[in-house]
């Protein structure tokens, strides 16, 4: 069976709330979150803070790439 995880790394980052709900109306199975701390990678995008302020807005699972330097 196949799984869609909808990236958040090219969302409206004023808005991340709306393109979360977008996304599971869309019929998305999971949010994929791009985590990249600057560090090991030379992009900085989501850290902690902003993926828990999300976590309420859907019951659908988190899926994570991490590229950070400190797990």
Do not use: Y
């Amino acid at each position: 069976m196949v799984k869609v995880a909808s990236s958040l790394l090219s969302a409206d980052m004023a808005r991340l709330g709306d393109e979360v709900k977008t996304l599971e109306k869309a019929g998305s199975d999971w949010i994929h979150w791009d985590i990249m701390d600057g560090h090991f990678v030379p992009n900085l995008s989501f850290g902690p803070d902003v993926v828990q302020k999300l976590r309420p807005v859907t019951k659908l699972p988190f899926d994570t790439h991490l590229m950070i330097e400190r797990p």
